[in-house]
């Protein structure tokens, strides 16, 4: 192995720390998938252990909140009835932030690879930036920020605030993406004449979709749990509704109980999804 | 058909090492219509003077000519050239999300501003050519290496290119399929096309070049017909590289 493997190797490896990884587990046919950190725990056939474990998850916490609704009607039906009417919102913010966030880092990964070194600092300067920050900061940040100029309600702040913050990540899985298409692609539509923005256009992103696919999944799982600290925004989540029964009948524990099944449940939905969804585009690809 | 001129070629590259010395100081002329094949060792400069010729690596000094249009002057644009001149990849690079129809029609459709229906009948006219019409709805990573590869020269071909470029075209193909595809580039040879290949194809240079080029260490060392080339070569790094391969 000469020196110049090495080198890239350890750059490889270097990416591969840096939250965005290549699936060590994708066949090597030009069908390349991109995990997030917590890509391993998307459960797969094949992936026994993971599956299992989801499994007895899953199992677990519906088998658990059917006994306290069941046997405990008092106070539990009463709980999940009122933490459940959060779940729209908590939705809604997650879906809309999710579609903002993807074209934030569209942008953003597009301008990482730009060739224009000044697109490539402002996207590094964003990313680097958002990185830096813990995500409840940012939401007040924002909250009151775009609050001291527009009048905007706690819903848009909120899905505002989620899409900047998301967008930086996706950014670097839309780069991450795009640099994992071989690189004669671009250089074969250059060879035909067509320009860097039309090989962009026809060739290079409707592949990286398809690379990407799964970790914008993981993104949405991830978005889904983040979602909970929109709570302190005044908006009427999940988290929030529990939070407001609590301080009406002081049943902390019970209400913290059933406000986490519900998230454990929706999550351990949403991973089998993404899992599915990763399956298909493997037998397709 | 175009004549290309290369004139004094040079390229480094920089590599954390150093600088790499790719091509030295070549020059060659290839006329309209002429096949001219490169041969040499790896690493001895062949693909990169190959790239630059339709701009996929910039010269660092030097003039490639073709029909007299100096494509390293500022005021050429290369899109231009490169619609022109045809490139055929060692790795054939074909767009994997699209049918073979699609590969061939999107650069004449998006390029070129050719509608939808005569491209589509210029395309099939050239996969006939290259005997895969039965392949047009077909994406490329059903089909055998050598498939792939016929269906990159039609692709290429789309352009109506007044030269074609090839890039060890045969390299990554299984031995039963090189002839499948060196039938195609004869027959292209036959028909005039100015052609400038890397290939490691002897056989193929015997049969259909004008010149054979004998690359090392990024220098033109000699240049000749492909007779003269393989019985009785003058230097002896080409003899050497010759009782190698032979």
């Keep these: 192995m000469d020196s110049k493997e090495i080198e890239e190797k350890i750059k490889a490896e270097a990416i591969r720390q840096h939250t965005v990884s290549v699936d060590p587990n994708a066949p090597g046919k030009g069908s390349t998938t991109i995990n997030m950190t917590d890509g391993v725990l998307i459960p797969k056939k094949g992936e026994k252990h993971v599956f299992t474990s989801w499994r007895l998850t899953f199992f677990g916490a519906l088998i658990l909140s059917a006994v306290l609704i069941i046997f405990f009607p008092d106070p539990y039906r009463q709980i999940f009835l009122t933490c459940l009417r959060g779940a729209p919102v908590t939705f809604e913010v997650t879906i809309f932030s999710i579609i903002g966030a993807v074209i934030i880092g569209t942008f953003t990964g597009l301008g990482s690879v730009s060739k224009r070194r000044w697109i490539n600092m402002i996207c590094g300067v964003y990313v680097e930036l958002i990185r830096g920050i813990p995500l409840l900061v940012q939401l007040i940040f924002i909250y009151y920020a775009v609050g001291s100029f527009f009048h905007v309600e706690g819903m848009m702040a909120a899905i505002f605030a989620l899409s900047v913050c998301f967008g930086a990540y996706m950014g670097e899985i839309v780069r991450a993406g795009i640099q994992a298409i071989p690189k004669g692609q671009m250089e074969a539509a250059i060879a035909l004449g067509m320009s860097r923005s039309q090989a962009f256009r026809y060739i290079i992103l409707p592949q990286t979709v398809k690379v990407i696919l799964p970790a914008i999944g993981n993104e949405f799982i991830s978005m889904l749990k983040d979602s909970s600290l929109v709570s302190v925004l005044a908006l009427e989540d999940i988290l929030r509704c529990g939070r407001m029964y609590i301080s009406r009948t002081f049943l902390s524990l019970e209400t913290m109980l059933v406000v986490a099944l519900i998230y454990l449940i929706i999550t351990l939905v949403l991973s089998r999804l993404v899992g599915l969804l990763e399956e298909r585009l493997h037998k397709n690809g | ?246």
Excluded: W, Y
């Design chain 2, 1 to 246: 058909m175009a004549k290309i001129e290369i004139q004094n070629l040079s390229k480094d590259f920089t590599t954390p090492n150093g600088v790499l010395h790719a091509v030295k100081n070549a020059s060659l002329t290839v006329n309209d219509g002429e096949v001219v094949v490169i041969i040499g060792p790896s690493g001895s400069g062949k693909s990169t003077m190959l790239r630059c010729v339709n701009g996929l690596e910039k010269p660092t000094s030097g003039h490639i000519l073709i029909d007299g249009v100096d494509t390293t002057a500022p005021s050429t644009d290369i899109r231009k050239i490169r619609e022109d001149v045809g490139m055929v990849f060692q790795s054939f690079n074909l767009f994997p999300h699209l049918t073979v129809l699609d590969n061939i029609t999107l650069a004449p459709i998006k390029v070129r501003k050719m509608d939808r229906k005569s491209a589509e009948e210029l395309a099939m006219k050239l996969l006939k050519r290259v005997g895969l019409e039965e392949k047009a709805e077909v994406h490329p990573p059903q089909l055998s290496g050598g498939q792939q590869q016929r269906v990159a020269i039609a692709r290429a071909l789309a352009m109506n290119p007044k030269a074609m470029l090839f890039d060890e075209p045969t390299s990554a193909l299984d031995p039963e399929m090189i002839k499948e595809v060196l039938d195609v580039m004869l027959s292209l040879a036959k028909d005039g096309m100015t052609m400038l290949l890397v290939t490691h194809e002897m056989g193929f240079a015997r049969a259909a070049a004008d010149k054979v080029v004998f690359m090392d260490k990024g220098e033109i060392i000699e240049t000749g017909t492909p007779e003269k080339m393989f019985t009785n070569p003058e230097s002896e790094r080409t003899q050497d590289f010759l009782n190698h391969i032979l």
